[in-house]
């Protein structure tokens, strides 16, 4: 008898878990829009960001180029494999397409050293904060929007972008 109701309270629980994820799931699914999720074809929300060398980037003073805009963080391991493709392409398309790789809350040492052993010239701003993060919806990481010379996003990339084709590709997306 005692086995026979710790298999009902275990169904129960078992269930009531069940149950609230699924609600989980569909609330955060159906907000997801309210939450303003940005999509192609947004405006690219302006932010302002400090770099490594102290130089301030903000997005709307890239009117007229195309933006890389790539969220990532020492510790990712596709954002690894994505930073040798950035630095050749920005050094290809210097005044056509701009990168700027927001680092997203890591200390100042960690960006510089990852920026110095992957020998990266493009800007690397950080947001400490992680209001930039946010006003993109940014999570996991790393995220790319593509950003047309208008401040339009034309497209967003979730996931590391290991072969040089796809960056170049996207490249062309935004190039003026």
């Known amino acids: 008898m005692e086995k026979k109701k710790r298999r009902r309270i275990t169904r129960v629980l078992i269930l009531a878990v ?25 405006k690219a929300p302006d932010f302002v960001l400090t770099d490594l060398s102290g130089k301030q980037h903000q997005l709307s003073d890239y009117k007229g180029k195309g933006v890389f805009l790539n969220f990532w963080g020492t510790w990712c ?5 994505e930073m040798p493709h950035m630095e050749k392409l920005s050094k290809e398309y210097k005044g056509q397409v ?5 680092n997203v809350g890591e ?3 960690q960006v510089k050293t990852f920026a110095e052993q992957y020998e990266l010239t493009f800007p690397i701003p950080i947001d400490k904060g992680k209001e930039v993060q946010k006003a993109y919806n940014v999570n996991p990481l790393p995220v790319t929007f593509m950003i047309s010379p208008e401040g339009e996003i034309v497209d967003i990339i979730t996931g590391g ?11 062309e997306k935004v190039k003026p």
């Open 161 to 171: 972008l290991v072969k040089e084709e796809q960056v170049r590709a996207l490249f």
């Open 98 to 102: 701009e990168i700027l790789a927001v």
């Open 18 to 42: 069940l149950g609230v994820a699924v609600c989980y799931t569909l609330y955060s699914n159906l907000t997801k829009e309210t939450r303003g999720t940005l999509q192609a074809g947004d």
């Open 107 to 109: 200390s100042e040492f």
């Open 77 to 81: 391991e596709p954002c690894k494999k």
